[in-house]
């Protein structure tokens, strides 16, 4: 389903991303797992195309087709979303009203909103008539985002789990929430610096000094992760040898 070759991303005069290979298949859960300043929300961005994020290098396929100068829109209408770290504030817009545009993209999505919201852990009936703005906070947004991702069914979804947030989505709801969207067809992405919720995957990726180290099962790249990425300072050239025997 998605292709990423030789992906290379030059940015105010630093490397942030260079060699990133990557292959997705339909229906897949992979795991990006990665410190904090690896460039995973970057590898995020790039794949969805946001402005200032166009690779200088390599190429972005989406069921062969090459979409690396296509932008966030015509991306979306392929059936690409991404979930930010820091989710948006919808003026005007009740969280039901919300949900419900997202059930509308996907025209045959059998999620109503409460049961999306359920999933999420959130109550319908003390959510669904609140305006989806500034009165609720960065860990009720992000549930609501996932929600919607969740009404919307799209192709692939890009899951970029925040560093912190007030009350953000437990483990349980995010495993819930990615098992749902791969019952349905749906590629997941899954960004994160959590063993635990990586664990979910089909397949993980290692991410370090902006380049893929190792691609496995997401128990062997979880150990390798543990083992070698936690006291990293992201500056030095992996070891061949330190790799291959992890």
């Not at 820091?86 to 996907?106: D, I, K, M, W």
């Not at 985002?145 to 969740?150: C, D, I, K, W």
């Given at each position: 389903?998605?292709?990423?070759?030789?992906?290379?991303?030059?940015?105010?005069?630093?490397?942030?991303?260079?060699?990133?290979?990557?292959?997705?298949?339909?229906?897949?859960?992979?795991?990006?797992?990665?410190?904090?300043?690896?460039?995973?929300?970057?590898?995020?961005?790039?794949?969805?195309?946001?402005?200032?994020?166009?690779?200088?290098?390599?190429?972005?396929?989406?069921?062969?087709?090459?979409?690396?100068?296509?932008?966030?829109?015509?991306?979306?209408?392929?059936?690409?979303?991404?979930?930010?770290?820091?989710?948006?504030?919808?003026?005007?817009?009740?969280?039901?009203?919300?949900?419900?545009?997202?059930?509308?993209?996907?025209?045959?999505?059998?999620?109503?909103?409460?049961?999306?919201?359920?999933?999420?852990?959130?109550?319908?009936?003390?959510?669904?008539?609140?305006?989806?703005?500034?009165?609720?906070?960065?860990?009720?947004?992000?549930?609501?985002?996932?929600?919607?991702?969740?009404?919307?069914?799209?192709?692939?979804?890009?899951?970029?789990?925040?560093?912190?947030?007030?009350?953000?989505?437990?483990?349980?709801?995010?495993?819930?929430?990615?098992?749902?969207?791969?019952?349905?067809?749906?590629?997941?992405?899954?960004?994160?610096?959590?063993?635990?919720?990586?664990?979910v995957a089909d397949r993980a990726s290692a991410l370090c000094g902006g380049t893929i180290l190792k691609t496995g099962d997401p128990l062997t790249i979880?150990?390798?992760?543990?083992?070698?990425?936690?006291?990293?300072?992201?500056?030095?050239?992996?070891?061949?040898?330190?790799?291959?025997?992890?």
């Amino acid at each position: 389903m998605l292709q990423l070759v030789d992906i290379e991303l030059v940015l105010g005069g630093r490397k942030i991303l260079h060699d990133v290979d990557l292959e997705l298949d339909e229906g897949e859960v992979h795991s990006i797992l990665g410190m904090n300043g690896t460039g995973k929300s970057t590898l995020a961005s790039v794949i969805m195309g946001l402005s200032g994020y166009a690779p200088t290098a390599g190429r972005v396929l989406f069921y062969e087709e090459d979409i690396t100068a296509l932008s966030v829109s015509e991306r979306a209408q392929r059936g690409i979303t991404l979930a930010w770290q820091e989710p948006a504030r919808f003026e005007g817009l009740t969280v039901a009203e919300y949900l419900e545009t997202g059930r509308q993209v996907a025209r045959n999505s059998p999620l109503t909103p409460q049961e999306c919201l359920r999933k999420v852990g959130l109550h319908p009936q003390r959510y669904l008539n609140r305006a989806a703005d500034t009165t609720l906070s960065g860990g009720e947004r992000r549930r609501i985002e996932l929600a919607a991702v969740l009404a919307m069914s799209p192709k692939l979804a890009i899951l970029d789990e925040p560093d912190s947030g007030i009350d953000p989505p437990s483990i349980d709801n995010i495993v819930d929430v990615i098992r749902t969207l791969s019952r349905r067809g749906t590629a997941v992405l899954l960004i994160t610096h959590h063993g635990e919720v990586a664990a979910v995957a089909d397949r993980a990726s290692a991410l370090c000094g902006g380049t893929i180290l190792k691609t496995g099962d997401p128990l062997t790249i979880t150990r390798f992760f543990r083992n070698h990425c936690q006291e990293c300072l992201h500056i030095n050239e992996p070891i061949a040898k330190e790799l291959n025997d992890a």
